[in-house]
């Protein structure tokens, strides 16, 4: 068994390619799914397609749910990182913390539909 990727549903195809453009990933491919919408996938280089973007014909907004949290992505420099999103106009929910003494310094953006991602400096 192996997870190959995550899906989820976006109000605008070229606003939600640049967020992740920003993050590092790469669109690799857009397919059509008959006339009612269109998957949009993306992955990190050197992995697979990792992340589906549901563009719905006619949708422009979706409520996100309780269940929902975040994905989350590694980062050799969370300053840089930041710095770079902000000058794209990414800003971060906070700064960056550490969950307990020790552990690796995290913080939050949220890509154009409100979803969550965080991002994890590597130790």
Same mark, same amino acid.
């Given at each position: #068994? ?6 989820? *549903?976006? =109000? &605008? ?9 920003? +993050? =590092?990933?790469? &669109?690799?491919?857009? #397919?059509?799914?008959? &006339?009612?919408?269109? !998957?949009?996938? #993306? $992955?990190?280089?050197? /992995?697979? @397609? *990792? +992340?589906? +973007?549901?563009? !719905?014909? $006619? ?5 996100? =749910?309780t269940g929902? !949290?975040?994905?989350? +992505?590694?980062? @050799?420099?969370? /300053?840089?990182?930041?710095? !770079?999103?902000? &000058? ?10 550490r969950v307990?003494? =020790? ?6 953006v949220r890509?154009?539909?409100?979803? *969550? ?7």
């Amino acid at each position: #068994m192996e997870l190959i990727h995550t899906c989820y *549903r976006i =109000g &605008e195809i070229d606003r939600s390619v640049a967020f992740y453009e920003a +993050l =590092g990933f790469e &669109e690799r491919r857009r #397919m059509p799914i008959r &006339e009612e919408a269109i !998957n949009v996938f #993306m $992955g990190l280089p050197g /992995d697979g @397609d *990792r +992340l589906e +973007l549901t563009y !719905n014909h $006619g949708v422009d907004s979706y409520e996100l =749910g309780t269940g929902y !949290n975040h994905i989350a +992505l590694t980062v @050799d420099d969370l /300053d840089s990182t930041l710095a !770079n999103l902000g &000058e794209k106009g990414i800003d971060p929910e906070k700064p960056p913390y550490r969950v307990r003494e =020790g552990g690796s310094r995290i913080c939050f953006v949220r890509d154009p539909d409100g979803y *969550r991602i965080e991002l994890i400096e590597k130790s």
